[in-house]
């Protein structure tokens, strides 16, 4: 598909974007309280950064609700890419040095481990 619409050929390693999803999800579960505090800030500035658009207060506050969950959903989104970025640098760290066959396993048990971690995180939140 892609060569169909690049004059130059793409190489796509499907065990390396698998490896790289499952690393990003561990970490944005491992990361949990960084990532949440990412996506406000995202939010924050994508409302701060649409309010320039707008020259009229009074339509600016009639749209404010809908633009808002618009925002915020564009920040969840996007807080998600600096997690790919280091979960493709952690599963090259790891084909690296254990070889291409533990990288998926590695990722498997790192979301595994960081899933019960932030279950952990969660629970002892909601008894103190």
Do not use: H
């Amino acid at each position: 598909m892609f060569n169909d619409i690049f004059p130059f050929r793409f190489d796509l390693n499907a065990s390396a974007i698998a490896g790289a999803s499952l690393w990003s999800l561990a970490l944005y579960l491992g990361f949990s309280p960084f990532s949440d505090w990412l996506t406000l800030q995202l939010q924050r500035w994508f409302n701060f950064a649409e309010r320039s658009l707008y020259t009229s207060a009074k339509e600016f506050e009639r749209t404010r609700k809908a633009r808002e969950s618009q925002n915020a959903f564009y920040a969840s989104i996007f807080s998600i890419l600096p997690f790919l970025g280091l979960g493709a640098l952690c599963n090259y760290g790891v084909e690296l040095g254990l070889g291409g066959s533990w990288a998926i396993s590695m990722g498997v048990i790192a979301c595994m481990g960081c899933g019960v971690y932030e279950l952990g995180r969660r629970d002892g939140q909601s008894s103190e």
